[in-house]
């Protein structure tokens, strides 16, 4: 089992839409997928039109009274199964803290599920915190979608140094993601892509077939397989395959 975390410092970046969409891709493969959606906002369940809800609240799933695997549900898709995210994971932090290793309880909800899952897909709230850390500690691969800003590469730095301080043994992939070549800014940014090893070589452009996701509530990859959007996504999905080495 491989796991992958879709995260970072910034918010609305295209986070959720990135991790839905890898775990669409892969489950399409075959690939036995888990997507867990993290964040109390609950986009990703939304977009996998999962109900917003987390039998006894975050406090229950995380407190490890339950394997996770009572929290996993199938969804629409074959091969995709979530678990939901709703507002009680505000508390996450708090819950989290007090675990004895908060770091390391992501991975330990994780591990009963190895034999069942290919691939675990983190669908991580903005910030970095608790969860984060947790979330990083299991991964494989860290995904970081950034706008093109010079803002946003002070984000990437802060996350490389997190990760980093912390002596969390993952790898740091930055995308950049919602992309306009209309703004000057974005195309001057748009080389990172090709030339910087931080960076994955797909770069997810700013696409409407990516955005009527959250009302079409399928993964855009579905919806409209033949869009930009979606190409460059497939491509971000066999860049990721291929670094956390999924086989076929
Ligand atoms: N490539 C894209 N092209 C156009 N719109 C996009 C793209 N990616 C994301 N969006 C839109 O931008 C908004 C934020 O995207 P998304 O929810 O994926 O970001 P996020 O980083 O997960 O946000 P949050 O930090 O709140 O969890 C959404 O309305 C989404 O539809
Ligand atoms: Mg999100």
């Not at 839905?20 to 986009?43: R, Y």
């Not at 994971?89 to 599920?113: D, F, G, T, Y």
């Not at 992939?173 to 931080?198: G, I, N, W, Y």
Request: aromatic letters at 4%; one cysteine or more; charged letters at 25%.
């Amino acid at each position: 089992m491989k796991v992958i975390a879709v995260a970072g410092a910034k918010g609305g970046v295209g986070k959720t839409s990135i991790a839905v969409n890898l775990a669409c891709l892969a489950a399409d493969e075959g690939f036995a997928t888990l997507l867990w959606d993290l964040d109390p906002q609950g986009s990703a369940s939304h977009c996998c039109r999962v109900e917003p809800h987390i039998r006894g609240g975050a406090g229950a799933m995380f407190g490890g009274k339950h394997d996770l695997d009572r929290y996993a549900q199938p969804t629409e898709i074959e091969d995709l199964d979530l678990v939901a995210a709703d507002p009680t994971l505000a508390e996450v932090e708090p819950i989290l803290s007090q675990r004895r290793w908060p770091a390391r309880a992501v991975r330990k909800m994780l591990h009963p599920l190895k034999e069942e899952y290919d691939l675990v897909v983190l669908d991580c709230p903005p910030g970095l915190g608790l969860l984060a850390e947790a979330a990083f500690t299991a991964a494989d691969l860290v995904v970081a979608p950034i706008v093109p800003s010079p803002l946003a590469l002070r984000s990437l730095e802060q996350t490389s140094r997190f990760i980093g301080e912390r002596g969390i043994d993952t790898e740091l992939m930055a995308v950049l993601s919602m992309v306009d070549r209309r703004k000057v800014l974005h195309r001057q940014m748009l080389p990172l892509a090709e030339t910087d090893d931080r960076f994955a070589g797909a770069a997810v452009p700013f696409s409407s077939a990516v955005e009527r996701m959250g009302l079409e509530q399928v993964p855009s990859v579905l919806a409209s397989p033949r869009s930009l959007g979606s190409a460059t996504l497939k491509q971000l999905w066999r860049e990721v395959r291929e670094r956390v080495d999924l086989g076929d």
